[in-house]
């Protein structure tokens, strides 16, 4: 089968890999029908995600079919269309038992990070029974990729984490895929304002039209003054980071109100300053998380309803044999005003 495979930092490849087995009996195979690339899987490639090794098949995102199950997986049987989670988890471990599915002590983000992933014709997926979802009858499968990391992500990492409240106002420091999640699920709570900040125009554009009261291009650095000048001099009560560099959370730091919460979703592959000389008495709280994937049921009902429309995160579509054409649309974003890449298997 084809797969994407990384070979190391800035080093990647469409190979020919034989299609993976079962390997425990919780164990289920999926032939991929859609999947996509991640933020994520651009810091693997930069090298920032020491647990992804060389020869690593990446993505973590996907619907599909199920090809065969193991003899322990009593939900889903082949032929089933299932939703597969970027968090793999085995439900009954300590860390499972709390919610924390993230930090499932057999599983948690292992997906084309320390196993193979999704970016392929078919995946293992370990755990079946509790990291995948079925398919509703009719639901538009493309749609529901968008469900498998970035909508969880956006809501349980910036919006449930930074305690978005009816009335508060929000920083979203970053509208990529990840910050557009969380834009679009922040209006769950009926925020007064919605601030989103980033350096291009494109995707601000992007993040009014999918709610954002204000926006602020921080190209000349002025993002504070401008955020403080929409916000009474007070600053914002959630400010989320949704970029993943030290500027972006040391932003953060300088958005958040007295009593506020910095969010943090991004993933970061160097340290950052903490400027607690400034931040110590003024009552803030930090939240960091590994999505847990535990809202993906109700976020599921919410598509269903037509409360949430994933489906406007897609921009571009490719077939696998072109995923080296979506690296680089996604990648180029800046010029390609590429958000989601569906890339069909
Ligand atoms: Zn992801
Ligand atoms: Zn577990």
């Known amino acids: 089968m084809k797969a994407l495979v990384y070979r190391g930092p ?36 930069k090298g920032d995600v020491a647990t992804c090794a060389p020869g690593r098949i990446l993505g973590h995102e996907g619907v599909g079919v199920i090809d065969s199950v193991g003899a322990g997986v009593t939900a889903f ?37 320390e196993i193979d992933g999704t970016q392929a014709e078919y995946v293992r997926i370990p755990h079946a029974d509790t990291s995948l979802y079925s398919i509703p009858q009719g639901a538009d499968e493309e749609a529901l990729v968008m469900l498998s990391d970035i909508l969880p992500t956006g809501f349980e990492c910036g919006v449930l984490n930074g305690k978005v409240a009816p009335g508060s106002t929000v920083a979203i420091v970053g509208a990529g895929p990840i910050g557009l999640a969380a834009l679009m699920t922040a209006q769950f709570y009926s925020p007064a304002e919605i601030i989103m900040i980033d350096l291009d125009d494109n995707r601000l554009d992007v993040a009014r039209r999918f709610g954002a009261t204000q926006t602020v291009n921080n190209g000349d650095g002025t993002a504070v003054k401008k955020v403080r000048a929409l916000t009474g001099g007070r600053g914002v009560d959630t400010a989320m980071e949704a970029v993943g560099v030290p500027s972006t ?19 970061h592959g160097s340290k950052v300053d903490l400027h607690l000389e400034s931040l110590w008495s ?64």
């Open 282 to 345: 003024r009552n803030i709280a930090i939240t960091t998380r590994l999505v847990d994937t535990v809202t993906t049921p109700m976020l599921l009902k919410t598509v269903q309803s037509k409360k949430l429309e994933p489906k406007l995160l897609i921009t571009h579509r490719f077939r696998l044999g072109q995923i080296l054409d979506a690296y680089d649309t996604f990648a180029g974003a800046a010029s390609t005003r590429a958000l989601k890449v569906i890339i069909e298997a």
């Open 10 to 45: 800035d080093n990647k490849a469409v190979e020919d890999r034989p299609k993976p087995e079962l390997q425990a009996p919780g164990d289920a195979i999926v032939q991929i029908t859609k999947t996509t690339i991640c933020g994520t899987d651009l810091h693997i490639l």
């Open 77 to 113: 049987r082949p032929g089933d269309h299932v939703l597969i989670s970027c968090i793999s988890a085995c439900g009954k471990c300590e860390y499972c038992r709390r919610g924390m599915y993230s930090h499932c002590i057999a599983g948690g983000w292992v997906l084309g990070n």
């Open 249 to 267: 959370f040391m932003l953060c730091q300088d958005l958040v109100a007295p009593g506020g919460i910095i969010a943090n979703i991004g993933v």
